[in-house]
């Protein structure tokens, strides 16, 4: 079965860093879009990143320039580099696929499997 299992969430302080990952099982990891999600406290998820099967990436508005999506597909892991982190960058984060080759359009969260999150929290 699909498994999402996502890591590396942590505090820190403005301006700093952090990589999380998101480690899959169950299905052939590199032939689908993944894709990471946020959640704060009284919001809506949002989409931060996503990656497709070719290798095309998208990104929001707020993760430009400061946020990486990556793959290992050797390691069955994705990756988001987190870099300039800010306090409304503090949320839950999630990845999730919905075993498609291509991704949907960056504002839909219609996707199928999510992981359990990890919590992202930074202070100013």
């Known amino acids: 079965q699909v498994q999402l299992v996502e890591s590396g969430g942590g505090s820190v302080q403005a301006g700093g860093s952090l990589r999380l990952s998101c480690t899959a099982s169950?299905?052939?990891?590199?032939?689908?879009?993944m894709a990471w999600f946020r959640q704060a406290p009284g919001k809506e998820r949002e989409a931060v990143a996503d990656?497709?099967?070719?290798?095309?990436?998208t990104y929001a508005d707020s993760a430009k320039g400061r946020f990486t999506i990556s793959k290992d597909n050797a390691k069955n892991t994705l990756y988001l580099q987190m870099n300039n982190l800010k306090p409304e960058d503090t949320a839950m984060y999630y990845c999730?696929?919905?075993?498609?080759?291509?991704?949907?359009?960056?504002?839909?969260?219609?996707?199928?499997?999510w992981g359990q999150g990890t919590q992202v929290t930074v202070s100013s």
């Open positions: 999730a696929t919905d075993l498609r080759i291509w991704c949907v359009p960056l504002g839909s969260d219609d996707y199928y499997y």
């Open positions: 169950g299905f052939t990891f590199s032939s689908y879009c």
């Open positions: 990656f497709d099967s070719t290798t095309r990436t």
